[in-house]
């Protein structure tokens, strides 16, 4: 059988095709994952039930990473406003978080998209359900190519009423807490899905940490997102 063109992957196999990746700080994640980390310039999605099992602490070592040079973090409508304390511990540097708190379900939307576009963000983490609204794929797909322009880390957060509905994101991980350990299955990846659940355990501390004292005396930033008209 003659190779396939460069760029063009199996179902089967784990894309080839070189993308820059985040390290996430769980081994056993990261060995699911092309690339070995957390995909950036793309759409990703981790869908939970249930606010603060874990589903930030999964992110927190690329986060670390995605604010390397400067770049914001850009936290959407969060459920909750983020732990200071436990983003600092991770390596995160709160000066680069940016919170906002949009007026309206389209003004968040708005508000991701240009986050994404505008290069400025490492990473943009949005909850589109928080007001009792879901995101229709039109606008996933705005925000795919927002991402791919801007070059971050584009997650959304959503409950695992989703993972019937179809998406354009490169990546759909669903978390769920048993036992007390946070457990993951991957069934959308550039490969084949990872139907089997894997636990996760204790983030490793990333390099790019910052110093600890500064960074527990810095804060979260909180803006709150105006119409976009």
Known sequence: M???PQGVWRGGEFECAPRITLPTGHAALDRELPGGGWPTATL?????????????KLLAGSLARAAKDERLIAWIDPPHLP??????QSGVPLERCLVVRPLSHEDALWAAEQALRSGACGAVLFWPERQSRNVDYA?????????????????????????????PAHLRIVLASEDG????????????????????????????AVAPAPARRARVRLAVAAGHR
């Open 83 to 88: 732990y200071a304390p436990a983003l600092a």
């Open 181 to 208: 350990r946070l457990m993951l299955r991957i069934p959308k990846r550039r490969g084949p899905p990872l139907t089997q659940p894997v636990p996760l355990h204790a983030v490793d501390r990333p390099r790019t």
């Open 2 to 4: 003659s190779a396939l």
């Open 139 to 167: 606008w996933m797909r705005r925000l795919q190519m927002a991402a791919e322009s801007g070059k971050a880390m584009a997650v959304l957060f959503r409950s695992t009423a989703a993972s019937s509905l179809a998406t």
């Open 44 to 56: 990703s999605e981790v869908l939970h039930d249930g606010a603060g099992i874990g589903e930030v």
